[in-house]
Nanobody
Framework: QVQLVESGGGLVQAGGSLRLSCINSGGTFSLYAAGWFRQDPGKGREFVAAISRDGGMTEYDDSAKCRFTISRDENTVYLQMDSLRPEETAVYYC???????????????????WGQGTQVTVSS
């Protein structure tokens, strides 16, 4: 069973950092790849970063490259966000696919399981 729970959101000034965490409260997380998405009000949910189940592969949206880092240990997936920008204010969601392949997934339809989201607010 997969029940994702995010934490670590909050209010930060532009240029600051936050680290988001995601756990699977329903069981083992290491079986699954994972991804982070974000959604502004009035916008669609957009891809931020993804990591394979073994942590060996990662992918990023172009806006996140060089500033964000996705990583994982056995039980938690992290998103380290540095040099945050006001336009990155959004609800950030953790997601896991149904597939157990060792791969990364960047498209929203690839993901079956979603957390409830955590709010990130970047002030200017």
């Amino acid at each position: 069973q997969v029940q994702l729970v995010e934490s670590g959101g909050g209010l930060v000034q532009a240029g600051g950092s936050l680290r988001l965490s995601c756990i699977n409260s329903g069981g083992t997380f290491s079986l699954y790849a994972a991804g982070w998405f974000r959604q502004d009000p009035g916008k669609g949910r957009e891809f931020v970063a993804a990591i394979s189940r073994d942590g060996g592969m990662t992918e990023y949206d172009d806006s996140a490259k060089c500033r964000f880092t996705i990583s994982r240990d056995e039980n938690t997936v992290y998103l380290q966000m540095d040099s945050l920008r006001p336009e990155e204010t959004a609800v950030y969601y953790c997601a896991a696919p149904e597939s157990l392949y060792t791969a990364t997934y960047t498209r929203r339809p690839s993901y079956r399981y979603w957390g409830q989201g955590t709010q990130v607010t970047v002030s200017s």
